[in-house]
């Protein structure tokens, strides 16, 4: 008995430190295609259509298949792009994750008028001389930092009870954009990136000394809105 009022109480205190946790937004992988998406093209224009399918190209979405009212194809190529903004298929679930992470999750310092809550939003970016459109994971939160999802990141080993995860089954690896660059960041590698994306604001490295790969979104979040 002890046993389990023990295992209750270690899981309430963990399920409560995650929810007060600086979280990504889960990435999407099936979108609608009742539902009209839009992108914005380099030259600004801006193209509404229904999504049919996404490209891949060495690891890499490259491109977006649309349809238009009429039912007629047409590729949509990131180098060609933007900004592509896709709803989610169910959006019912997307929509509570959003709404049970809205209080931990703005920042003041990021225009929270740029994206809809209803859209999942993809940036064209050039990695290491390849064009991809990526998923970004933090909207609230991203005026110095983006963080986009890795589509084929590995994930870390996840513990849970009666089949719900509790810790773990992290990605190992994101993509970030910071000051005007786009790069994959590693769970491997963190702690050296953690000095070269944070080592310059003290009172981020005071309160997390340890970088850990855990804590990823909440460095972010702090840095956003408590350094200069």
Not at 36 to 47: A, C, P, Y
Not at 161 to 175: A, C, H, P, Q, R
Not at 188 to 194: A, G
Request: aromatic residues 14%.
């Amino acid at each position: 008995m002890k046993k389990v009022v023990c295992f209750l109480l270690f899981t309430s205190i963990l399920l409560a430190e995650t929810a007060s946790a600086q979280q990504l937004l889960p990435p999407i992988e099936m979108f609608s295609n009742k539902k009209e998406s839009f992108l914005v093209k380099n030259n600004g224009d801006t193209i509404k259509f229904f999504y049919s399918i996404y490209k891949f190209k060495k690891k890499a979405i490259v491109a977006i298949v649309g349809k238009d009212a009429t039912g007629a194809k047409t590729e949509y190529k990131a180098e060609d792009t933007r900004i592509i903004a896709l709803p989610p298929a169910d959006f019912g679930k997307y929509v509570a994750f959003l709404n049970a992470n809205e209080s931990v999750t703005k920042s003041k310092k990021t225009n929270q008028k740029a994206y809809n809550r209803e859209m999942v939003y993809f940036f064209s970016e050039n990695v290491d001389g390849v064009n991809m459109l990526l998923q970004m994971l933090n909207p609230d939160f991203s005026s110095k930092i983006r963080i986009y999802h890795d589509p084929f990141a590995k994930e870390t080993m996840g513990w849970g009870v009666g089949g719900v995860t509790l810790v773990g089954n992290e990605d190992k690896s994101y993509f970030i954009k910071e000051n005007g660059k786009t790069s994959k960041i590693q769970k491997k590698d963190y702690k050296e990136r953690f000095v070269q994306l944070f080592g310059k604001c003290p009172k981020l490295l005071q309160k997390y000394p340890d970088a850990k790969w855990s804590d990823f979104a909440e460095h972010v979040f702090f840095f956003e809105n408590e350094c200069e």
